[in-house]
């Protein structure tokens, strides 16, 4: 299924999910770092990676949800996946958002406990994750994003229907 949201025919989607990905990592080390030294630097660190991170995922989102709405059929098992991932995505932005809203009147200080931060980036990056693997799967397994064509260029259509079996399940 051929991307709506591309530029010369390379989806937007998967070319801008790697900036919140890395950023949201970055935000979680510059607390983790921060709550062991106290440093200030550390805490700026983390507000500065978390801040991208958000605005990244916001970016990122956008040719996103165009392709789930636009591009993977309605009531097949790829939408599921599409909403899953999308579902844990929102649950991600809301983490690093409510991290952002509580640490970035702190750039200049007072010193701030970073539990918190810890805390909610360490879950905003496993939800993170989680939506990676459904990511993954919408492409490798639903064929989403991708060109109709074989490696002759001939054109194909990707049977979105039903989930194919998993390595060592019985199809």
Sequence with gaps: MKSKAAIAGHPIHPM???FPVAAYIGSLVGYAVYAGTGHQFWLNFAIALNVAGVGAAVLAALPGAVDLLLVVPSKSPAQWVGRAHAGF????LALFSITLGVYASHWNG??????LGVTLAAIGVATTLAAGALGWSLVQDYH???????????RWTADT???RPRHGQQG
Aim: hydrophobic residues 40%.
């Design 16 to 18: 801008l999910v790697g």
């Design 89 to 92: 995505n929102v649950v991600s």
């Design 110 to 115: 007072p010193p701030r406990s970073a539990s």
């Design 144 to 154: 989403v994003g991708i060109r109709e064509t074989d490696a002759d260029g001939a």
């Design 161 to 163: 229907s039903a989930a």
